[in-house]
């Protein structure tokens, strides 16, 4: 059975945690920075707070990324993912995931969003 240390999920989950300078709400998944940020994007939270990693049910390590209740809309239409971008120095899309539920908004609202886990599996 393949083997890896939980260190070596970690050092993942912590560049993730670190680098984490914006969380956008999109239109489509996006595949870039740029289209996380501005092609898709319809709002955004700055400095999302995430947990330190830990176990994950059925194997392998996660972090929880907090509940938002304060993101600012920024667009109108319906998101239906989430991205997770670096925003200094090199700009980078860092993660992405559908929501648990598309929502419509409205420039100049704000929108929620509950806490959900980013995680890395056990290998095969």
């Known amino acids: 059975m393949a083997f890896l240390s939980d260190n070596v999920f970690d050092q993942g989950l912590n560049y ?4 984490a300078g914006a969380l956008h709400i999109c239109s489509q998944e996006p595949t870039s920075y740029a289209e996380a940020t ?10 999302p707070a995430i947990a330190a990693p830990s176990d994950r049910a059925g194997g392998g390590r ?4 907090s509940a938002i209740s304060d993101g600012e809309v920024t667009g109108t239409g319906t998101a239906t993912h989430w991205a997770i971008v670096k925003t200094t120095a ?3 899309l860092l993660a992405t995931g559908a929501l648990n539920a598309s929502q419509a908004v409205t420039d ?14 056990d290998p095969a």
Do not use: C, M, R
């Open 38 to 47: 501005s092609t898709y994007t319809l709002g955004n939270k700055t400095s």
């Open 108 to 121: 100049g609202n704000t929108f929620t969003l509950t806490q959900f886990a980013i995680g890395i599996p």
């Open 16 to 19: 993730l945690d670190t680098n």
């Open 90 to 92: 090199t700009e980078e």
């Open 62 to 65: 996660e972090v929880v990324v």
